[in-house]
T-cell receptor
Framework: KQEVTQIPAALSVPEGENLVLNCSFT??????LQWFRQDPGKGLTSLLL?????REQTSGRLNASLDKSSGRSTLYIAASQPGDSATYLC?????????????FGGGTRVLVKP | GAGVSQSPRYKVAKRGQDVALRCDPI?????LFWYQQALGQGPEFLTY????????KSGLPSDRFFAERPEGSVSTLKIQRTQQEDSAVYLCASSLFRGGTVSYEQYFGPGTRLTVT
C-alpha cells in the first residue's frame, strides 16, 4: 500500500526566505506526483504536476523535483511572501490503482511572517 | 470556464440523520472522485467514477456511504445514519483521464464541511 509522508508538518519562516517542503512515498510505481495548496476552509489548488518521466517542473517562484528511485519529491518556493501562507499537500498518482487515484501526504502548514 | 462546484458548502446533521452531498464536475470531464479530509490531515480516497460507472469504491468506510453518478455528470455522495466520526470535509475532483497509461490532472471543488452533532 502506498504511503506518502510530508515533513515537517509545520514550518514558519520570515518573509523573503526560501521554502523547502519535502514529500516521500513508499511505492515508486507512480504515474506522476502533484503538489497542491490549500487555504483554510477552501478546496485544493493544483500547483505543479510532475510526470514520472520528468525530474522537475517549474512555475514562477515554484520548483518541484522528483526522484522516483529514492521515493522523494521536493517543492521549493523562492523568496517567500506572506501570501504563500497555506497548507501544502503532495499526492502520488498510483499506476496500479484504477482511474488515477491520488494518495495524499498529511500536508505541511506554512506560515510566512512579514 | 467554471470549475468543480459542490453543494452545500456546509452541512450540520444530527447523529442518525441521512445527508446528501452534491458535486458538479467540470463539463466534459470523464472521471470523478470523492475524497474525505479529516481535520489536520490529507484527503483520503473514497470512490471513483468513469462516466456513470463506479469503478472503485474501495475507500468507502462503511455500507452507510453510497455514491452515484447516474448520467455521467453530476454525482451525489449519500451518508446514511450519520455518526460523529463522519464529520469531515468531503472533496470532489474531476479529470479528463480516460484510461491507459496517461494520467491527467485532477481539479478539486471547494468541499462540503459536514459536522455531525
Amino acid at each position: 500500500k502506498q504511503e506518502v509522508t510530508q515533513i515537517p508538518a509545520a514550518l514558519s519562516v520570515p518573509e523573503g526566505e526560501n521554502l523547502v517542503l519535502n514529500c516521500s512515498f513508499t511505492d515508486s510505481a507512480i504515474y506522476n506526483l502533484q503538489w497542491f495548496r490549500q487555504d483554510p476552509g477552501k478546496g485544493l489548488t493544483s500547483l505543479l504536476l510532475i510526470q514520472s518521466s520528468q525530474r522537475e517542473q517549474t512555475s514562477g517562484r515554484l520548483n518541484a523535483s522528483l526522484d522516483k528511485s529514492s521515493g522523494r519529491s521536493t517543492l521549493y518556493i523562492a523568496a517567500s511572501q506572506p501570501g504563500d501562507s497555506a497548507t501544502y499537500l503532495c499526492a502520488a498518482h498510483m499506476i496500479k490503482a484504477a482511474g488515477n487515484k491520488l494518495t495524499f501526504g498529511g500536508g505541511t502548514r506554512v506560515l510566512v511572517k512579514p | 470556464g467554471a470549475g468543480v462546484s459542490q453543494s452545500p458548502r456546509y452541512k450540520v446533521a444530527k447523529r442518525g440523520q441521512d445527508v446528501a452531498l452534491r458535486c458538479d464536475p467540470i463539463s466534459g470531464h470523464v472521471s470523478l472522485f470523492w475524497y474525505q479530509q479529516a481535520l489536520g490531515q490529507g484527503p483520503e480516497f473514497l470512490t471513483y467514477f468513469q462516466n456513470e460507472a463506479q469503478l472503485d469504491k474501495s475507500g468507502l468506510p462503511s455500507d452507510r456511504f453510497f455514491a452515484e453518478r447516474p448520467e455521467g455528470s453530476v454525482s451525489t455522495l449519500k451518508i446514511q445514519r450519520t455518526q460523529q466520526e463522519d464529520s469531515a470535509v468531503y472533496l470532489c475532483a474531476s479529470s479528463l483521464f480516460r484510461g491507459g497509461t496517461v494520467s491527467y490532472e485532477q481539479y478539486f471543488g471547494p468541499g462540503t464541511r459536514l459536522t455531525v452533532t
